[in-house]
């Protein structure tokens, strides 16, 4: 049957009876094509059922569904005629992880950070109603996007817009890593009403053979659930809120949100599901299930039997537990990236000293910042990408009250298949303009451990950013040694051209210098520069190239600018970096080679603009 569906023009022409059907072929359909690629899986399969439900319901694309964070429409793509370029998810050319609107009509809206649904749709809503077009707006939010305060920004204006929009929360009890803090709480007691659910289904079974008793018994029962459980928080907000009902019954997905299409207002539809549904390995540990590489559905996730590198995610996290074992100070604070973050140890190991605040980065600077006020060290860990979120809080909370937190800034520069969204392309220029914030650029996994060693010892706001993935296999070191602050090092000394490298792009520096005989500074420090070593080497050669693995509009190859100016110096200087661009999602190394960062693509770059000095 799913072979027939080409866009939901197809879907609706099916019997309802039918859609159970569909359902469990789109899931078994989106295991086997994800188990080929890689991408994100526990969250797919479970909206297979709201997916079918919605554009079975709703007229797509003229309405409007905008689903928050994205990694939740595996299932809508192969729906809205993408199911034949499934084989090409998140690689190089081909499908996104998440909604693009260049993309697909049916994308109506961006999105791969969460919590912005409700604000996007209820602004479609209000310019359908401006426009004085019948259309409906859906957001699709799920319960651990929900802990982020924009949500509530949006529902607190939606509640008083007078407009037709529709909230769906796809609570399934899971965010990435386990659900915390009260709404969790509360989300659980509201379901936890077994008279209400019990007394609902059964009604239901009883009276939908008759179609006006059944709608009267609907209508007493809006009005009655007062009576079993407390009006809900977001009726407070001004929706009417149904719900919850079960996300896996497709039949009566579709029956509510017919009920719902016709009504007026503001609505808050409560769906309960599961996680990884269908698929019992992702159902009893939907974690690991969130974002696996390819494997053999039969048989599940296996251990390689090589030993790999530890990641640079990995030496935070051991780095973080040897830490607070020598300072009794020191805590740590995730907006619900536990796992990856590399936190899960530190959380068996010191659970009182670590924080998930979910998904809520402002809160998370901040409450940082108020830890530092009392004497504690507060250790942020955060991907670059997420830090962006936080940036007001990051300069009025921490950085004009020169507060002593480390930022551990995971997924700096590229990060291959997630994309734009998640790349971590700018935090060298949004950090290197806010006084008092420094930030340092470890060249490799052993440096990265003595960096946030050196970050920590400092008694002022200091990121340390690093990429995704492994290194270059530098052995690590178990002690907690630092560098010195602000300093960088020598690696290569060669002749007339020098190589200026902020952070993992050393080793290709330093093969490319092999061939040209050049200089290589390991700067580590993009901010304090080490203006003297910087001096020094400019005025031992005769032209400079900086590297870095982020924007170079404003980078780190920016500062080195302005220090030569400031010093009276005038060098030729080639800066590379990443291009003013948004970079799509594939493969890192491709996606560095095509930004000329690779060693060929630096030693083309550097033969090009220094041809007539190589030469000579």
């Known amino acids: 049957m799913l072979q027939s569906i080409h866009s939901p023009v197809d879907l609706r022409q099916l019997q309802r009876e039918q859609l159970g059907r569909l359902a469990t072929e789109l899931r078994a359909y989106l295991l086997e094509s994800v188990s080929k690629t890689g991408g994100h899986l526990s969250s797919n399969l479970g909206t297979v059922e709201l997916t079918v439900a919605l554009h079975y319901v ?32 998140r690689q190089l050319g081909g499908l996104s992880g998440f909604p693009q609107r260049a993309e697909s009509e049916f994308d109506a809206f961006g999105t791969a950070h969460s919590s912005t649904s409700i604000s996007a749709a209820l602004g479609m809503a209000l310019a359908s109603r401006l426009k004085g077009e019948d259309r409906h707006a859906i957001a699709v939010i799920g319960d651990g996007a929900m802990t982020a305060g924009m949500a509530f920004e949006a529902m607190n204006n939606a509640g008083v817009s007078d407009c037709n929009l529709l909230v769906i929360l796809n609570d399934n009890d899971m965010s990435i890593s386990p659900p915390v803090g009260a709404l969790n709480r509360y989300l659980a007691k509201l379901m936890s009403g077994q008279f209400y659910a019990a007394a609902k289904n059964a009604g239901k079974t009883v009276l ?48 509510v949100l017919e009920n719902i299409k016709h009504l007026k207002g503001p609505q808050f539809l409560h769906v309960v599901t599961k996680k990884g549904q269908g698929y019992k390995l992702a159902e009893v540990d ?12 039969a048989v599940g996730l296996q251990q390689s039997a090589i030993p790999s590198k530890p990641s640079f995610t990995q030496v935070f996290g051991d780095w973080l537990c040897d830490m607070a074992a020598a300072d009794d100070r020191l805590v740590a604070i995730t907006p619900a990236m536990r796992e990856g973050s590399g936190m899960v140890e530190f959380e068996k190991r010191f ?29 942020v860990a955060i991907y670059s990408t997420f830090l962006q979120r936080a940036y007001d809080q990051l300069i009025h909370d921490v950085a004009i009250q020169n507060l002593p937190v480390v930022f551990a800034l995971d997924r700096a520069g590229l990060v291959g298949a997630d994309g ?71 690696r290569r000394q060669g002749q007339r051209l020098a190589f200026l490298v902020f952070g993992t792009l050393l080793q290709a520096a330093l093969q490319v210098a092999e061939k040209l005989d050049a200089t290589v500074v390991n700067m580590r420090w993009a901010k304090p520069l080490d203006v003297d070593l910087l001096v020094q080497v400019a005025a031992d050669h005769d032209a400079l190239v900086t590297l870095e693995e982020g924007a170079v509009m404003g980078g780190a190859g920016s500062a080195v600018l302005e220090a030569l100016a400031a010093a009276g110096l005038v060098k030729p200087l080639l800066q590379l970096g990443l291009r003013d661009e948004f970079i799509e999602h594939g493969d890192p190394a491709k996606l560095l080679a095509l930004q000329g960062l690779d060693a060929r693509g630096i030693e083309a770059s550097v033969s090009q603009r220094f041809a007539a000095l190589l030469a000579s």
Request: glycine share 10%.
């Open 58 to 89: 709703f007229n797509t694309p003229h309405d409007r569904v905008v689903w928050d964070v994205g990694h939740q429409t595996y299932p809508h793509k192969i729906l809205t005629g993408r199911r034949e370029r499934m084989s090409s998810l």
């Open 286 to 297: 939907p974690v690991a299930y969130h974002g696996p590489g390819k494997f053999d559905p």
């Open 351 to 379: 659970p009182t000293r670590f924080f998930d605040v979910g998904i809520a980065e402002q809160h998370a600077v901040t409450f940082a910042a108020g830890l530092a006020c009392e004497g504690l060290k507060p250790v």
């Open 420 to 490: 734009a969204t998640h790349a971590g392309a700018y935090d060298i220029p949004y950090l290197r303009c806010i006084p008092n914030v420094s930030v340092a650029c470890p060249a490799d996994e052993n440096e990265c451990r003595q960096l946030l060693s050196t970050a920590y010892a400092q008694n002022t706001p200091v990121a340390v950013r690093y990429p995704r993935g492994a290194g270059a296999g530098v052995a690590v070191t178990s002690t907690l040694d630092a560098l010195p602050f602000g300093q960088g090092e020598i």
């Open 208 to 255: 939908k053979g008759a179609p006006p008793l059944f709608e009267l018994a609907r209508r007493f029962e809006e009005s009655a659930k007062g009576m079993v459980k407390p009006i809900t928080l977001f009726e407070k907000f001004g929706f009417n809120y149904v719900g919850p009902i079960d996300g896996h019954d497709v039949d009566t997905l579709v029956t």
